[in-house]
């Protein structure tokens, strides 16, 4: 079966540069979440969006922005990035109304240095 | 606002024996969704299991079964039979909204499971 598909799987950044991290969901799901998950941490949810709407929003920072595409992909923008950025950064997908189907994609390790 | 707890940071468990791990909840809605997650050394987060919160049954998956108890607010995860491949990070993680629009999941601090041959 098709899963949540996340790009990169692993990229290097410095300090003040911008980072985009996308994340493809499992055909037919229409909502799409991010979580962030720092070392030795729990995953922190930062934002979702259902049919190309924002429709929650966590402990995202103002430094990043992120968007749902007309085919349901996501992307995550990142900018003016610190070291605490460093994690590991999930997609998950569900159908809207049964949230009970949420799929995590395998993640991208972003390291800042 | 929505907790969750797990309180063993560490398990160990001998193959081919069963083991519980402890999940506590803290809800004032009365329609949630509880999860958890296997998340092994290499980083992926995989489904295990979920329960509603007005399923009148425990949910069960081949070797995983939740014992929900709504009264005492506890969502523990058993996995019988344990193996080897099962030593990995375990998250227990709660939704708003059974199967409803607050799908955004929060999780428990996770307890790691060491399974011993």
């Known amino acids: 079966a098709a899963g949540v598909i996340q790009s990169p799987r692993h990229l290097i950044k410095e300090k003040r540069e911008t980072a985009t991290l996308k994340c493809y969901p499992i055909p037919r799901h229409d909502t799409v979440y991010w979580y962030q998950q720092g070392p030795g941490q729990d995953p922190q949810f930062l934002i979702s969006f259902y049919e190309k709407m924002q429709s929650d929003k966590g402990s995202i920072p103002d430094r990043f922005s992120a968007q749902q595409f007309s085919d349901y992909h996501s992307e995550l923008n990142m900018s003016s990035l610190e070291l605490g950025d460093s994690a590991l950064y999930f997609c998950?997908?569900?159908?809207?109304?049964?949230?009970?189907?949420?799929?995590f994609g395998p993640g991208t390790r972003l390291t800042v240095t | 606002a929505q907790k969750i707890t797990q309180t063993q940071p560490g398990m160990f468990v001998q193959e081919k024996e069963a083991v519980t791990l402890d999940c506590t909840y803290d809800?004032?809605?009365?329609?949630?969704?509880l999860f958890w997650y296997k998340q092994p050394s290499s980083g992926e987060m995989i489904f295990l299991i979920y329960?509603?919160?007005?399923?009148?049954q425990n949910a069960t998956e081949g070797r995983y079964s939740l014992n929900f108890q709504k009264a005492r607010k506890s969502a523990n995860l058993v996995i019988s039979a344990s193996q080897l491949g099962d030593s990995a990070m375990y998250f227990c993680?709660?939704?708003?909204?059974?199967?409803?629009?607050?799908?955004?999941?929060?999780f428990g601090k996770g307890t790691k499971l060491s399974v011993k041959p």
């Open positions: 993680a709660m939704s708003g909204g059974d199967g409803g629009s607050q799908g955004n999941l929060i």
């Open positions: 809800t004032s809605d009365p329609s949630y969704g």
């Open positions: 329960q509603g919160s007005y399923d009148q």
């Open positions: 998950a997908s569900s159908v809207q109304g049964a949230n009970y189907e949420q799929y």
